[in-house]
Nanobody, 123 residues
Framework: QVQLVESGGGLVQSGDSLRLSCVAS????????MGWFRQAPGKEREFVAA????????SYADSVKGRFTISRDNVQGTVFLQMNSLKPEDTALYYC????????????????WGQGTQVTVSS
């Protein structure tokens, strides 16, 4: 059973950067594709980015392409989300998730979820 713990969220201004981290424990991290999702108040949770187990493939939501970068360190058991040029519409609770179903943008492919880290971007 994989446990995931996110960190790195905070309150920033529009145009700033943040780097989120998600540390995995209790499983074979390198076996999982990893994803980041987010949920803004009053909205459905949505896909942000995903990375395959070997980092060879990445996928991004259109809304974050060119601004966000997902990466992973299989030795440290950590996945990162570098977020640049943040906008107020990026404000949300950000979750990392682990999947054994390959690179996916779909929530139901991810079995393991963290508790989330809050990102708030002021204008």
């Amino acid at each position: 059973q994989v446990q995931l713990v996110e960190s790195g969220g905070g309150l920033v201004q529009s145009g700033d950067s943040l780097r989120l981290s998600c540390v995995a424990s209790g499983g074979t991290f390198s076996s999982y594709s990893m994803g980041w999702f987010r949920q803004a108040p009053g909205k459905e949770r949505e896909f942000v980015a995903a990375i395959s187990w070997h980092s060879g493939r990445r996928s991004y939501a259109d809304s974050v392409k060119g601004r966000f970068t997902i990466s992973r360190d299989n030795v440290q058991g950590t996945v990162f989300l570098q977020m640049n040029s943040l906008k107020p519409e990026d404000t949300a609770l950000y979750y990392c998730a682990a999947s054994l179903n390959g690179l996916s943008t779909r929530e139901y492919d991810y079995r393991h979820w963290g508790q989330g880290t809050q990102v708030t971007v002021s204008s």
